[in-house]
Structure formats: C-alpha cells, structure tokens
C-alpha cells in the first residue's frame, strides 16, 4: 500500500510500459509528432511508441526517426498495431500507454473508438482535432465518465485551439490577480504563414459533408462546446468578420477556425465557473494589411464559404484536394521551418465602482508552420505535461488563480487540463506567450 507522500508524487498510472503512445503516426502529423518526441526527450525520461493500423507504413516512420534523431539511444521506436473495428486491440493498446496522442482524423470519421478506450482503461488522451461535432460528441458519451475517473480528455491540442485557449486563460488570470474579471477579449491573428496537409482538408470538408443538418444549425451556437446548464454570454451566432482593431492597429477580416476557436475557449470559461467573467465576450478574426485587402478578403471569403456549403462544390472540392494534396502529404521541411505565426488578444476588464475597465494585450507567437512544425510541438508538450507531471501537483499548481475552480478530468480543453504548465514547456521549447498591460 503506497504511503500518502508517494501517492502525491507519483504519475498516474505510473506502471504502464510508455508515457505515450502516438496513434497515426503512420500520417502526416503524427510522423511529426514522433520525430519531435524522439528529438526532444531521452528514453531515460520518456518511454514512447508510435501506433495504428498499418504494420509497413509505421516501420518506415520507425525508421526515418532513427535517421533524423540519431542520438536517441534505447534502439528503435516500438510499434504497436490495432485497429478501431477491433475494440480488444484498442483496449490493448491504450492500457500501455499513460497518454494516448491521437492524429487520426478525419475525426468524425474514425476518431470516437479510440477514445471510448481511452475512457474505458482511464487513459489520458489529447488529440488535434479542429472538428466540433466530433468534440460536441465526445462531451455527450463520456464527460461523466471521464470526469468520474478523474481521466482527461483533450481535443484540439495544436495550433487550433492552443494560441486562442492559452492566450485567453493568461489575460484572465492576469487580471483575476488583480481582482478583476474578463468583460471581452478579441483575438487577431496578425501574422500565418503556412500551409495545410491532407488530412486537413479532408477534415474541413468532412465537417461540412459528415455533419448532419440538424447538429450544422446546433453548431451555430456560440455556447455549443458548453455545459447545458452553463450560464450564458453576450456573444451571438453571428461571427465577427469585418471590423478595426484600435490595439492592434490593423483592420479585420473573417478567420477561418473561429468557430472552432471561439466555442473551445467558451468552454474553458464555462468549465471554470465562468471564473474569467461572468459575461465574457470572445471573438476572433485574421489581421489584413489595409481597409481594402480586409474587405475584399471578407466578401471574397463569404461568398467561397457558401459556395462550399453546396454539394457539386464540396465535390469538385474534394476530388481537387485529393488529386494535388492527398492524405499523408503536407508542406515541405523548409516550409515548415520557415512558417511562423502571431496571435494578438485584446482583454478588456468590467468596470467597476472602484476600478476602471483596464486592457491587457497577450501574443502567442510559433516559430514554424502553425499547423505542423508548431502543432506536432503543442500535441508532444500538452502530453509530457500530462505524463511528467504527478496528479498532485497538476491539481495544486500551474492553474494560476483558477486552482480552485479547475475540473480534474473529463473532457476539458487545454487551459483547464494543463494550464500554465504547458506555457512554460511551450516558452522552453521556443514559443512566446506573454502579457502586457496596456
Ligand atoms: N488543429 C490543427 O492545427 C491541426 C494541424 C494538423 C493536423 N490536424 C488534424 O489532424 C488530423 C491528421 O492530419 P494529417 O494531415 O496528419 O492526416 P493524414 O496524413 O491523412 O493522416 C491520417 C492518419 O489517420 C490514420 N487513419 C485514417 N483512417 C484510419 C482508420 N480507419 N483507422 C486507424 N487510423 C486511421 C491514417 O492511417 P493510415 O496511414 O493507415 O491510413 C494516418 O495515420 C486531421 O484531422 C487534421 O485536421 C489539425
């Protein structure tokens, strides 16, 4: 029987064989993400394998990672082999791991198995999804259990929606310390050079083709990703996509992953208590040069999203996509290294009696592509956190001035589940995140 002081450091399910196990590594993403592990931490320390359903194509991953991290000792990355029409095999696999990452999206079409086993053997898992309905269904199937067993569940761990849920928790926490509550924050994404993979794509059009209609017009709501019984904000269906950021000095325009964004970072309010304010308002919208590169990005990108809701369009989309970038491709190693990316959010405080309504501005910034060379950085990181750290400590620290408020499990975002013990491993591995007063 452990005595209490070693209960409070150890790791939860600590005699598991690996940290963590990365599920489709075999694509695009998830070969990232096992390079980064393999460069970045020692088999001392992190015990990790790589899985999915493809027995050749992992053992090329396996590998390449001894070609590219050739100082990695303990010989080659294990691989482990299941499939998710075969819940034994899952069961088998996750029970071996005390983190599952998952990059097998689309995730609407083959990402819930593996997290039912997840959830089943009390298996802490993040994934890189950009998919609400698939996020909106996790929540319903297993927050109760998940949050029962005290096992965390975190979607959307890459470049949606870190940047937006970190950079948010940090104004808030910024201004809790000082007794002051969140009335809004507005997030531009000033700079994003980069670009997309396969399963990208095949990802964005697997929302608007797999989504039933009737969870389309329940996905509009600003609250969707919220717990039923949470109270609720200003904002409106509408998004914001047309309009000048006094702070950051430059004119808005529509931004892509909003509705992704937007609903995550809800989330985390709600899940806190709406500890960030009690009519918090959050918005999101992608930085242009000028007035005229703002309007005609807006109108141009209104009219190409309504054409994409029709069929023959998201036809001719995907027959496109899968003839000039397939599954499994994505940018070249030189445009990953040479892609960046800067997240500003403006925070502005309730006025009360006694204080002024105050502003703070947060920046995230990437040093790579956002969606690869950053996303395979923030999945690896967000599961070290998770892994490295005993439970004890994940619940008494890195949680700023939500430490009381915060879940200890279910299905959570990443603010609530790693807080500030995942901005100071993203700030060691290159990242910025910091915040000003203005
Ligand atoms: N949030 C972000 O910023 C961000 C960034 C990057 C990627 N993503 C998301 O991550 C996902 C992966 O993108 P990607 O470009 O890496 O895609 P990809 O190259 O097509 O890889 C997909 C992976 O899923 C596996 N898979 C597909 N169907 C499967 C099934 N039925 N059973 C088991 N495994 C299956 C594939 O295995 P096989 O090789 O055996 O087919 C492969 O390992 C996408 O959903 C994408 O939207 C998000």
New binding site residues.
């Given amino acids: 029987m452990p005595k209490q002081s070693q209960i409070a450091t150890q790791k939860r399910n600590a005699d598991r064989p690996y940290d963590i196990i990365v599920?489709?590594?075999?694509?695009?993403?998830?070969a990232l993400v096992a390079e980064y592990l393999a460069k970045h931490t020692s088999p001392d320390t992190v015990r990790f394998a790589i899985a999915?359903?493809?027995k050749e194509?992992l053992a090329k991953v396996s590998a390449r990672i001894a070609k590219v991290a050739p100082n990695r000792a303990g010989g080659p990355i294990p691989v482990i082999i299941a499939?998710?029409d075969d819940a034994a095999s899952l069961d088998a696999m996750v029970k071996q791991a005390r983190v599952v990452i998952s990059?097998?999206?689309?995730?609407f079409?083959?990402g819930f198995e593996l997290v039912e086993a997840c959830v089943r053997n009390r298996t802490d898992y993040i994934d890189?999804?950009?998919?609400p309905p698939f996020v909106k269904k996790i929540i319903d199937l297993h927050h109760d259990k998940a949050t029962k067993d005290g096992t965390f569940i975190v979607p959307?761990c890459?470049?949606?929606?870190i940047p937006s849920d970190l950079g948010t928790f940090m104004l808030a926490d910024h201004f809790a310390k000082k007794g002051q509550k969140l009335s809004s924050v507005k997030m531009s994404v000033v700079e994003l050079v980069g670009g997309p993979?396969?399963?990208?794509i095949?990802?964005?059009l697997g929302v608007l083709t797999e989504t039933p209609y009737r969870e389309f017009w329940k996905m509009l709501d600003p609250y969707y990703l919220c717990p039923a019984d949470a109270a609720r904000g200003p904002d409106s269906s509408i998004p914001a996509f047309f309009n000048y950021n006094k702070e950051v000095g430059k004119w808005q325009t529509y931004f892509v992953m909003e509705s992704t964004n937007t609903r995550y970072v809800r989330r985390s309010n709600a899940l806190l208590g709406n500890a960030y304010g009690p009519n918090f308002s959050y918005a999101e919208t992608m930085a242009s040069d000028n007035f005229l590169g703002a309007a005609a990005k807006t109108v141009g990108g209104g009219i190409f999203g309504a054409a994409l809701m029709l069929p023959p369009v998201q036809w001719v989309a995907s027959w496109a996509a899968n003839k000039y970038i397939p599954?499994?491709?994505?940018p070249t190693d030189k445009e990953i290294e040479t892609g960046h990316f800067t997240c500003k959010a403006v925070g502005e405080t309730v006025a009360a009696d006694a204080k002024p309504a105050k502003k703070a501005v947060a920046t995230v910034k990437g040093i790579q592509d956002?969606?690869?060379g950053e996303?395979s950085k923030m999945l690896s990181e967000s599961a070290l956190v998770l892994a490295l750290t005993p439970r004890a400590e994940l619940a008494s620290s890195g949680y700023g001035a939500f430490k009381d408020v915060k879940p200890a499990g279910g299905v959570v975002t990443a603010a609530t589940a790693m807080g500030l013990h995942l901005v100071k491993r993203l700030r060691a591995a290159g990242m910025t995140f910091e915040v000003e007063d203005l």
Avoid at 103 to 107: C, N, S, V, W
Avoid at 327 to 330: E, L, N, Q, V
């Fill in positions: 599920w489709g590594s075999s694509g695009f993403t998830g999915g359903r493809n194509k499939t998710i990059t097998a999206g689309p995730f079409q083959h890189s999804t950009g998919e959307s890459g470049f949606d929606s993979s396969g399963g990208t095949a990802s964005g599954a499994g491709s994505g956002p969606g690869y996303t």
